[in-house]
């Protein structure tokens, strides 16, 4: 971060151009705040991503829940909606994962980040093609592995996230610094963050941007059913819960359907049986269909904070504010 106050001229937040305050990670993608909107399925198509561009962040197509050609319409109308910077967010367990690698080069999209999975394994294709790639990882360790496999940044994301989350449960308060002593590549905080204040507590803590993906779910653009979005502005702290870690870990949004986790959970249930539990496309029925009985409805803890459902530029504008504001007045309440 450069300082702002050059001169030693004094200034209000609002005439501070964004500009002054580059990181690595502003300059890595050519955006104007180091303010990522996370890639989420159900959540995150080309009219959010294209809003958060526009509004001077990065906005993120969220792969995971799309087929190689509905992935194809969003990037196309990404293109149109937005002359700015977008990215794409390949969960690399996905099982057509070579297809939508194929189409992200094919549509010559330029800033990937991947997650779940190894990063070694297509972080060289990525690159050979002239595409910037940054790995979602919850630990030093993988931090490492995702420098080591020639990833430009990473994204280290804490226990409090929304959706699949590390086993190891570090919180992002412990997991920026760690990440930030163990690589030299530009580091990205997510994990519990969703105001401006909280994006400076990470810059602090030595990450050069922020990638947010509860705050963005209650968006005016997020594809995500409204009753979604209302459950993520009513939950309150303790509403959120990381279950199925027999499976892969991920938070939700306790009801009907995570009671019924918990109490196999609770009585010994292996994957099998959880599996069957979970069957087949409940993310979906929650968070698209707005099912909010029996859906899978991932959130983070930070929902507790997300109190409006806002159109995407303007949480970019507030967060963004809101960081200046603590820039030139950190300690003031
Ligand atoms: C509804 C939802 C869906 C998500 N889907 C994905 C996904 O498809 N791929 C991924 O890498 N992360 C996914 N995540 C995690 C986000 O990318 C992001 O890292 C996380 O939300 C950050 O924490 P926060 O929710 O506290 O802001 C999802 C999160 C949410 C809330």
Redesign the pocket.
Known sequence: MNDQHKNGKSSSASDIPGKELETRVTRLFNIRYPIIQ???????GWRLASAVSNAGGLG?I????MYPDVLREHIQKCKAATGKPFGV?I?LLYKDIDKHIQLVIDESVKIV????GNPKTWTPVFKQNGITVVH?VSSSKFALKAQEAGCDAV?A??F?????NGREETTTMVLIPRVREAVSIPLIA?????TGRQMMAAMILGAEGV???????ASEEAS?HIKFKEAVINAAEGDTYLSLKKLTPV?LIRNKFLQKVQEAEARGAGAEELKELLGRAR?KKG?YEGDLDEGEL??????ALVREILPAGRIVENVWQEFLNCVHNPLKL
């Open positions: 996370a890639g989420m399925i159900w959540a995150s993120l969220g792969a995971g829940s967010n969960p980040f991947t997650s779940a979602v994204v994301e804490g409090e996230a929304g959706g699949h997510a994990g519990g963050i969703a990638q947010m993906g509860s705050r963005f779910v995500s938070r993310a968070m991932e959130i983070g803890q930070v929902s």
